[in-house]
């Protein structure tokens, strides 16, 4: 049976399987696999408390299609067969910066293989019966590419908080700057007119101790200091 370009869904699933807690939602394209094999390992992992669904292509344009779809947790293909170029498809995931580990199965494992395979930003190359170790594999990548992701969205929430605590102080009325080795690095328009500057460019980077009275400056300095 064909089964290119259609998902292969995961069956009614439990809540808590013992002490491993509950099945983790895992979302795969498999390149070059036929059916048998991709329902193979997709049963694996679904006794080994995956809820996985997985998606067959056989071209890179299906492969482009895939990846304007939805998001997807792992890439699973064989060693160069026909014309479908695994370390191009890398290439490809490089350049559209896309975050998806490669994991690359092998009929016959040479010991040259794996090696190939990390040059080339395949996470792994393995034996292609060897269920077990695709497995620990499966695990570790998925594991660290959730970590990836909630890095990264810490860094937008991050950046987002930035962006409106430097909103509301730059139209705060209150005189707001930030020093650094006493000069100013940054300052609202409150404290531009503080000091009766119309342009608060004009006093980024120079020294705080210009904006206070010489005999002031000292204290200020040991202040800052």
């Not at 990390?118 to 970590?147: F, G, S, V």
């Amino acid at each position: 049976m064909d089964t290119r370009a259609k998902l292969i869904p995961a069956s009614k699933l439990p809540s808590h399987l013992g002490t491993h807690g509950t099945r983790q939602n895992i979302y795969i394209i498999f390149i070059e696999f036929d059916s048998e094999q991709t329902s193979t390992i997709i049963s694996y992992l679904r006794n080994n408390h995956f809820a996985p669904r997985g998606k067959n292509i056989e071209t890179m344009q299906e492969l482009h299609e895939a990846l304007t779809e939805r998001s997807w947790d792992i890439i699973i293909c064989k060693s160069q067969q026909s014309s479908f170029d695994p370390f191009l498809m890398t290439k490809e995931l490089v350049s559209h910066e896309k975050d998806i580990p490669v994991i690359q199965l092998y009929e016959e494992l040479t010991i040259d293989d794996p090696a190939l395979a990390l040059k080339n930003n395949i996470q792994a190359a393995l034996a292609i019966n060897d269920k077990p170790l695709l497995l620990l594999h499966i695990t570790r990548e998925y594991a660290q590419l959730e970590l990836r992701r909630k890095a990264r969205y810490l860094e937008q929430q991050l950046e987002e908080s930035h962006n409106r605590c430097k909103l509301l102080m730059d139209h705060s009325s209150l005189a707001i700057a930030f020093i650094q080795e006493q000069k100013i690095i940054y300052l609202n328009n409150a404290f531009s007119q503080l000091f009766d500057y119309q342009v608060s460019t004009l006093l980024l980077n120079k020294s705080v101790l210009t904006l206070v009275a010489s005999q002031e400056r000292n204290g200020l300095s040991q202040i800052l200091s």
